[in-house]
């Protein structure tokens, strides 16, 4: 049984990069869909149905045990509804579906220094407060004397030009000015990219907000922590096949996917085309 990732783009794949890095044995099956997105300007009952046909196509085409939503958004958005109604009518026990959100926000207190984080997200993950909840319990757990700030904005524009490939375009970089330009006035040490789809712009965004500001990407600590998942859930790390093979899925025809994904993960990926839901 393989490990499902999904994103509603590319975006997943800057966690998917470090999923491999990690654990490389494993069998995983990438879907973006593509075609619907960005998802990050539409209402939680979309984002909840476009998540739930994506996990049940994975599940019941592709053989899936564990799918990581690789995307803030539907962590956000879905995955609490998900948990409860959607996955006891798959009766199997042993199926997951992880967020991202609680690994991401128990890292913050070990990376911001002085407790002054600039977050930015899609426009539901902004307004969905899954962040504000989460850090506030990390931080009060390990640094609970210390004031903690958290700076919300959201960057919409950015997923478009992403998916478009357009990395370094002069309209992403005079966007990037100008979406973190609320957040640099409060001068954080911390940038915090609660979307998936933002690491592909991460040097362009560090460059803005100078030295003194470190950026986290979600990539590193969700591999880090499904691998600490595996370790403490023999049962269902039991059931994961390991034969170490990759499947690129997608929803919009994959020429767009496919150049961007195989220049960002250095080897040559061919998308399948597949319709979901
Ligand atoms: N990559 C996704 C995230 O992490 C969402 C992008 C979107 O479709 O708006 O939020």
Request: aromatic share 10%; charged share 25%; with cysteine.
């Amino acid at each position: 049984m393989k490990i499902g990732v999904f994103d509603s783009g590319v975006g997943g794949l800057t966690v998917f990069k470090y999923l491999e890095e990690v654990l490389p044995s494993y069998d995983y099956v990438y879907l973006g869909d593509n075609l619907r997105a960005p998802y990050g300007g539409r209402d939680d009952q979309t984002i909840y149905e476009f998540t739930r046909q994506a996990v049940d196509y994975l599940f019941k085409k592709e053989n899936c045990q564990l799918i990581i939503l690789a995307c803030n958004t539907a962590s956000a958005s879905a995955l609490r509804r998900l948990q409860q109604e959607y996955l006891p009518t798959l009766n199997d026990p042993h199926k997951r579906i992880l967020g991202i959100i609680i690994p991401i926000a128990e890292a913050v207190p070990r990376l911001s220094k002085r407790g002054k984080i600039a977050l930015i997200g899609t426009k539901a993950t902004v307004k969905a407060e899954s962040y504000d909840e989460e850090i506030a319990k990390a931080w009060g757990a390990v640094r609970p004397t210390e004031k903690m700030y958290l700076y919300k904005e959201a960057a919409p524009l950015f997923v478009p030009l992403v998916e478009e490939g357009l990395l370094k375009n002069r309209a992403t970089k005079f966007l990037a000015r100008q979406y973190l330009r609320p957040l640099k006035k409060h001068r954080p040490d911390t940038l915090l990219l609660a979307c998936t789809h933002y690491p592909l712009l991460a040097d362009l965004l560090a460059g803005i907000m100078g030295k003194s500001c470190r950026t986290i990407l979600p990539g590193p600590i969700v591999a880090e922590s499904l691998a600490e998942y595996l370790q403490r859930h023999t049962e269902i790390d039991e059931l994961l096949s390991k034969g170490g093979s990759r499947r690129f899925l997608c929803t919009a025809p994959p020429q767009a996917f496919n150049n961007l994904s195989s220049r960002f993960l250095g080897y040559g990926v061919a998308a399948e085309q597949v319709l979901v839901g």
